[in-house]
T-cell receptor
């Protein structure tokens, strides 16, 4: 079965902050990717964490704890255009392993 | 501007037909991948290739084959299409054998098998 897990759906209000969690279990772990995917489109790269800690990139930040097998994506000042699916994926000794994605709906 | 292109955005085929999905990347990447994406199941790896003429099975290779005759092109073949192969197909590429690099995706092909 799949050893990477993230919530299926989340809803948040425009202007708010939302945190999307991702847990994984694997050996040979290199790093953790986050991708954004709008409906009907291909995934696009958001972030990549190798070391523990928080990496900030504008309104988006990503956190990694290697010891806990845990990551989150933090989206601040939510905008309607942030409505999309967010995929976490870990890299290791094999091709990227993706979670099933979290569908985020931003409401007014 | 880096690019991964796929031959069709939308495709409709009949059960039993042979289907070719083409993917081309212009980044001189060694590694190329074919995924399918279905609601509730996420991205699932079908096949991947680390080099020309090399191929490796992914998680769900049954009913599919691939061809990598040139570095820039990776083809996915459905030998005899079936309705359960109706899906979104995504091609991706990445440079080097290291998985530290970002994976670039093509726009996807939405295949319907009737």
């Amino acid at each position: 079965g799949q050893n990477i897990d993230q919530p299926t759906e989340m809803t948040a209000t425009e202007g708010a902050i939302v945190q999307i969690n991702c847990t994984y279990q694997t050996s040979g772990f290199n790093g953790l990717f986050w991708y954004q995917q709008h409906a009907g489109e291909a995934p696009t790269f958001l972030s990549y964490n190798v070391l523990d800690g928080l990496e900030e990139k504008g309104r988006f930040s990503s956190f990694l704890s290697r010891s806990k097998g845990y990551s989150y994506l933090l989206l601040k000042e939510l905008q309607m255009k942030d409505s999309a699916s967010y995929l976490c994926a870990y890299s290791g000794n094999t091709p990227l392993v993706f979670g099933k994605g979290t569908r985020l709906s931003v409401i007014a | 501007d880096v690019k991964v292109t796929q031959s069709s955005r939308y495709l409709v085929k009949r059960t039993g037909e042979k289907v070719f999905l083409e993917c081309v990347q212009d980044m001189d990447h060694e590694n190329m991948f074919w995924y399918r994406q279905d609601p509730g199941l996420g991205l699932r790896l079908i096949y991947f290739s680390y080099d020309v003429k090399m191929k490796e099975k992914g998680d769900i290779p049954e009913g599919y084959s691939v061809s990598r005759e040139k570095k820039e092109r990776f083809s996915l073949i459905l030998e005899s299409a079936s309705t359960n192969q109706t899906s979104m197909y995504l091609c991706a590429s990445i440079s080097g054998r290291s998985t530290y690099h970002e994976q670039f995706f093509g726009p996807g092909t939405r295949l319907t098998v009737l």
